[in-house]
């Protein structure tokens, strides 16, 4: 999760970079143009401008979102398959009053 996360950063800062000089200037010229302006008057490296901090804030947070989400998984998938047992049963069995409800 944080070498995904790091890598989306690391890829999309060039865009957000343009965004923001952009947002700044209150202009609304085309991306590319905000690339070309950006590359003319600062070079290349500028597009890279808090690509460290940005990596920073984001590796760490795509890890606990993913590890969170695989564990909650994990955590839950025995339930889930209770749940789904339970249902079959009870479609199974007329004594059921939720199916009894149902007209099953």
């Not at 923001?20 to 890279?48: D, I, K, P, W, Y």
């Not at 695989?70 to 339970?86: V, W």
Request: glycine share 8%; proline share 5%.
């Amino acid at each position: 999760g944080s070498l995904a996360g790091a890598a989306a950063a690391a890829f999309t800062t060039p865009l957000d970079v343009v965004k923001t000089r952009q947002q700044l200037a209150a202009g609304s010229g085309a991306a590319a143009e905000g690339v070309l302006s950006v590359v003319r008057s600062e070079g290349a490296a500028a597009l890279f401008a808090g690509v460290v901090p940005r990596v920073a804030r984001v590796a760490p947070a795509n890890a606990i979102m993913i590890s969170t989400y695989e564990l909650g998984k994990r955590t839950l998938a025995p339930l889930r398959e209770l749940a789904q047992s339970r249902a079959e049963e009870c479609a199974d069995d007329w004594h059921c009053p939720i199916c009894t409800v149902n007209g099953r």
